[in-house]
Each structure stands twice: as structure tokens, then as C-alpha cells.
């Protein structure tokens, strides 16, 4: 039976010199108070000391002092291992400063490192081949002071696969919405479904201690056995929480509508038309790359635009959409909600979601773009002494048959659309379209090698991924080829002979009437 601890007690079982990992998705699934209870112990005794600090994807929620920055304190933390840095900005920080060593992983690899632990097994992987993961590029380390190769290149059957070394995890910090006396624990208010199983299996089949953050005791005969997610025998201990540390998400401390307990009854076209924007002709160029029952996954920020139009359009049922963190269909929710969605079809474990993922299961992903080469490289996890972290973006990047990169065509430029026609206002601070990326995110000669067809969509022009370099296939009405695109790019473009301008409907305030379900049905044809 589970042993009911405070969060003081819970933080005195890290040793020091020892490996901390726990559950995150912002806010959402972290079990926020014990790492509070850390936080206490370390100031009142600065123990424990040097531990190494395991996360699988972002972690906070942007505010100071949230997520991972409750482990600021120096000589607490000297290794972070994760999937995303970038919403503690006090820790980030830190690693910018090159105070702490970090690697930096893909989110989807931890659920399944985890599993792997687990059971025992080596962990292979190709996801991060020929990226900044890959021990020939960067090895994933992200400050100067991180030495030690977590990760090897090694050859299976005539394949080259990534061999993430294993970590032996002293504690697991885990989180449910409930557990009963004998420590079943249930996720029923949660978002979703991370990687609860897969960690406290990892740490407790290799000698360690798995606790549980969560909001209450229920009694065992209210609990169905098909909704426990981590049987009691594999959780050491709990804690209930202060409420104040266990959101639900990045921005809401609980909502039945994002739990799925509630239906939200959403109308077509709920708040009207949005207007024209440069982000929305984006989304719509990206649309225009559905096919008809595609499974789709779309990044956070522009990328998040194409639903927006598949709704104004009336094709929003031509597709399922996908989050990484293991839901299918609904409508996901954005900003501090991000990891969330609404009247959600299903829910399953994230571990489960990224072999769908690895597996190529995905038709269609539409993310973003941070700056791209000639040869197609995409970065978005290094800029200048920023280094936020991959998330998903390279599991779903390198494994999806159907890419388009979302994004302006220059750092802070604007433009606005007149008369059908778009009008630059400012040329920007710069070009994303540069000689050499800084750090290869996504491998345009992964993805060249492995027939991946990819798109670079930007407000001004649209270009492939041709023969292993990029291609200029499509420009904006009302722009100069040569002066808005061509001149404020660092390397000069294949130009493909059939150069035309983009469909000019998408600049017009209403496309027009079924025009969109007219190219995901020829899409469909073409097949």
C-alpha cells in the first residue's frame, strides 16, 4: 500500500549526485509542488546537491519561478537532460550562461527511452540522425561545459540508428488527478495521457523510487480498473498537492471542457471570419496540401492557422487532427492552453502517440520556420545563445512523408494584403533564408534520402525541397521577384521552369465558396 508523504519528505529522497526525472507538459502533468518541496529542502540544508534533472517537454509556463526554475538555486542542478527549456526562463538563463551542463533530446525519444529502460533493453532510435542530436553534429549538447557523449551511431542491419545510452532514474516524480488508498492512479482530470507508466516503470524495475503528485484520495471501489493508469504496486509514494501547484494548463487551473468531461458545443465559423492577414494566407497555402481523411499534426503559432481556415472553409472533417502529447481529433486549444483540445475523440499514452509518429503514420505536418539553407535545413532550436529545445518537432519533422514550414519570409518583416495583391511595408531586420543554418533541427538530406516532400511556405513565395536543394516554385501577386525575395536571400534558389504566381483566391477576404474542398478532393485523386 502507497505511503501518503509531504513534499518535504518526497524531496528528501533525491540523493545528491542523483537523477531526478518527472512528468511536464507546461504546467499541465507536472507535479509541480515537489518540486517545490525541493526547492525547500535545498535552502534549508543545500541538499541534495549536483543531481542531474530529466524532462521530457516544456516545462512552465513562462513566469519566472515556475516549471524548472524552482531548481535555480546554484549547486543544486548540474546536468539537465530534456525535450524543451524554453518556458523557464530563469533556467534558461542558466543555460545560456553556461552555468549547468544540458542535452537537449527530441520529446518523442524519452517516452520510449523510458520504456526501454524499463524492460531492460538498449534504446535505438533514428530520430535525430543527421540533425544536431547526431554525436557527428552536436551530440545534442547545448552549453560548452557538456562533455560526456550520451549518444552513439551505431549499425543494425545495414542501418544507421542512434543509441541513446541508458540513465539509471534514482526518483520519478509523476502526477494524476487521483489515486486511492492503495496508490491506483487516475488521470481523469488531466488533458491527457503522458508518460506517467513508461517513467515510474523506468525508474522503479532499476532499484528506484517513484512518487506521485496528486489532488486527493478517492476510495478503491469508486476507482474502475480500467481507468488506472500506474498501478498502485509501482508508486512508492504520495502527496496531495497544494492546489496553487497543479494546473491543469500553462494558463487554467481546471476546466471540465478540457479534461473531456465536458462536450463544448462548437458552432461553424464560432467568432465569425477572422480578417485576412498575412498568417492567414499562410494557413490557407498550407491547407491547400490536405487530402481528403488525412491524419494531421500542426505546430503551435502559425502553423495552428490551417485550422482556423479548414473551419472557415467548412473542411474541418476532411482530417483528424493530432497532439503530440497522445490526443486525436477535437480542436486544439492554443496559447497557454497548448496541449489541450476541445471534444477530443481520443486520448493515449504519449509513448504511444510517438510510435504512431516514428512509425510514419502521419500524413500531413504543417510547423514552423526558424531559418532555412539551401539544401533545406531547418532550424528552430538555436539562436545565438537561445537554445529553447526541439519539443516534438523532430520526431514528426523527420518522420512524416508530407511537410510544409511555415513562416515569414524575413526576421520582422511585414506586408499586408491590397486589392488581391501583397504589399510589402517592411522589408525586415533580416533574412531566414540564410547561407548555413545554425544548427540543423531538420536535415533536408534526411529528408531528400528518404523521399519526404516538403514545402517552405512563406507570406511572399513558396519553395520545394527539389533533388536535395531548394527550389523557388511559387511567388505572390504584387511582389518583385528579384527585389522582395531573391535579393534578401543569403544563397540563390533552384528556380523551377513552371515559376508561377500562388493561387490568387487565397488573397482575396473570401475565398470563395467550396473552392477549398475542390483541391483536397483533386489532392485525393492524385494519389
Not at 546554484?74 to 534558461?92: D, F, M, N, Q
Not at 492554443?334 to 477530443?344: I, K, S
Not at 507570406?459 to 521577384?481: M, N, Q, S, T, W
Request: contains cysteine; glycine residues 12%; proline residues 5%.
Amino acid at each position: 500500500m502507497v505511503k501518503f508523504i509531504s513534499r518535504r519528505e518526497a524531496a528528501d529522497l533525491i540523493p545528491d549526485n542523483g537523477v531526478l526525472a518527472t512528468l511536464t507538459f507546461g504546467l499541465g502533468g507536472l507535479p509541480e509542488d515537489l518540486l517545490v518541496g525541493v526547492k525547500e529542502r535545498y535552502e534549508e540544508e543545500q541538499h541534495p546537491k549536483d543531481i542531474t534533472f530529466m524532462w521530457s517537454c516544456g516545462i512552465g509556463n513562462n513566469t519566472p519561478g515556475r516549471g524548472a526554475d524552482h531548481l535555480k538555486a546554484e549547486g543544486l542542478i548540474k546536468r539537465i537532460v530534456a525535450g524543451h527549456v524554453g518556458s523557464s526562463p530563469e533556467t534558461v538563463a542558466r543555460v545560456v550562461n553556461n552555468e549547468i551542463e544540458a542535452y537537449l533530446w527530441p520529446q518523442g525519444v524519452f517516452t520510449q527511452y523510458y520504456r526501454a529502460i524499463a524492460s531492460q533493453k538498449p534504446y535505438l532510435s533514428r530520430v535525430g540522425l543527421q540533425t544536431y542530436v547526431d554525436p557527428r553534429l552536436e551530440g545534442s549538447k547545448a552549453t560548452a561545459k557538456t562533455t560526456e557523449e550520451l549518444i552513439e551511431v551505431v549499425e543494425v542491419a545495414g542501418k544507421e540508428y542512434l543509441h541513446y545510452k541508458p540513465i539509471k532514474i534514482d526518483v520519478a516524480f509523476i502526477r494524476g488527478s487521483y489515486c486511492d488508498e492503495h496508490g491506483n492512479l487516475i488521470v481523469s482530470e488531466e488533458t491527457c495521457k503522458l508518460e506517467q507508466l513508461e517513467l515510474a516503470t523506468a525508474a522503479r524495475n532499476n532499484g528506484g523510487i517513484v512518487v506521485a503528485q496528486v489532488k486527493g484520495v478517492v476510495e478503491s471501489e469508486s476507482v474502475n480498473p480500467k481507468d488506472v493508469l500506474v498501478p498502485g504496486g509501482i508508486i512508492d509514494y504520495a502527496v496531495i498537492a497544494d492546489p496553487q501547484y497543479h494546473y491543469q494548463t500553462m494558463g487554467t487551473f481546471y476546466d471540465k471542457k478540457f479534461s473531456g468531461e465536458r462536450t463544448v458545443r462548437l458552432t461553424d465559423n464560432e467568432g465569425g471570419v477572422t480578417p485576412l492577414s498575412t498568417r492567414k494566407l499562410m494557413g490557407r497555402r498550407a491547407a491547400m496540401e490536405l487530402k481528403p481523411d488525412s491524419i494531421i499534426n500542426l505546430g503551435i503559432g502559425t502553423p495552428d492557422q490551417v485550422a482556423v481556415v479548414a473551419q472557415e472553409e467548412g473542411v474541418d472533417d476532411q482530417y483528424v487532427a493530432t497532439l503530440e502529447m497522445g490526443l486525436w481529433g477535437g480542436t486544439p486549444s492554443g496559447g497557454l492552453d497548448f496541449g489541450a483540445a476541445l471534444n477530443a475523440q481520443a486520448s493515449i499514452p504519449m509513448a504511444n502517440q510517438f510510435d504512431f509518429y516514428d512509425g510514419s503514420g502521419l500524413d500531413l505536418t504543417v510547423l514552423g520556420i526558424g531559418e532555412i539553407d539551401q539544401y533545406g535545413n531547418n532550424n528552430v532550436t538555436k539562436f545565438g545563445p537561445k537554445v529553447p529545445g526541439p519539443g516534438g518537432f523532430i520526431n514528426i519533422s523527420q518522420n512524416t512523408e508530407n511537410i510544409v514550414f511555415v513562416g515569414t519570409f524575413t526576421i520582422g518583416g511585414k506586408a499586408h494584403i491590397e486589392d488581391g495583391k501583397l504589399v510589402i511595408d517592411n522589408q525586415g531586420k533580416g533574412p531566414k533564408f540564410k547561407k548555413q543554418v545554425e544548427q540543423v533541427s531538420f536535415s533536408g538530406k534526411y529528408a531528400a534520402e528518404n523521399g519526404q516532400r516538403v514545402l517552405y511556405v512563406t507570406e511572399r513565395a513558396v519553395f520545394d525541397l527539389h533533388e536535395g536543394k531548394v527550389r523557388l516554385i511559387e511567388y505572390a501577386p504584387g511582389v518583385d521577384v528579384q527585389k522582395d525575395i531573391l535579393d534578401l536571400m543569403e544563397f540563390e534558389p533552384e528556380i523551377a521552369e513552371d515559376l508561377k504566381e500562388m493561387n490568387p483566391d487565397i488573397f482575396q477576404e473570401t475565398w470563395g465558396e467550396g473552392k477549398l474542398a475542390e483541391i483536397i478532393a483533386k489532392n485525393g485523386e492524385a494519389e
